[in-house]
């Protein structure tokens, strides 16, 4: 069930004063935290693409994201220089890039990572020219780095991932993809 926030919870069959909006405000509302960043990531990279219309997300078993309108499985990973919770930028940016427990290898075809630039809290995650995005075919990673766990921001550009912006996403993919 899809729901646009002002639904009311019910007990006994009789709203009360609390929404879906309030528990989005309680548990989402901090898009820097590890928590809900990558969910953010991955909507600004289906709000690029164009393909949130729906209102939800879609599951695919945990071994991609989503499909693009050209069809490619997406894998998308953030990470970001500064935490919610320390106020401070990390000393490096790295990304999760493991396989899913059953599989060998990742089964989607680009992998998007995104990273959020703000430095302080004041910077915030909405304004778009604080991320880059960096597009990599997955079968890169599948084959020069086949058993890592995590990547570091300076070993992902070692595997020249194409850079874009939020609205260069989609050429970004199909520019990696023809690569």
């Excluded at 909006?21 to 898009?31: G, K, V």
């Excluded at 994201?65 to 490096?92: C, K, N």
């Excluded at 060998?104 to 995005?133: A, I, Q």
């Excluded at 990599?136 to 086949?146: A, I």
Aim: net charge negative; aromatic share 12%; hydrophobic share 40%.
């Amino acid at each position: 069930m899809t729901y646009i926030g002002n639904e009311c919870l019910l007990v006994g069959g009789t709203n009360i004063a609390y929404t879906v909006n309030d528990f989005w405000r309680w548990s989402y509302s901090d898009i820097v935290g590890n928590k809900c960043r990558t969910d953010f990531a991955e909507f600004l990279v289906a709000s690029s693409l164009d393909i949130v219309a729906d209102g939800h997300r879609h599951s695919f078993s945990g071994r991609y994201d989503f499909i693009s309108p050209f069809g490619f499985r997406i894998d998308v990973r953030s990470a970001a220089y500064i935490q919610s919770e320390d106020g401070e930028h990390q000393d490096h940016i790295s990304f999760a890039i493991t396989a899913p427990l059953d599989a060998k290898e990742r089964h989607s075809d680009v992998c998007v990572f995104c990273v959020y630039k703000g430095m302080v809290t004041v910077d915030s995650p909405l304004n778009t020219d604080m991320w880059d995005f960096y597009i990599l075919p997955t079968d890169v990673l599948n084959k020069k780095v086949p058993s890592l766990k995590t990547i570091t921001l300076p070993s992902l550009m070692k595997l020249d991932p194409v850079w874009c912006d939020y609205y260069g996403i989609g050429d970004a993919i199909q520019k990696a993809m023809s690569a």
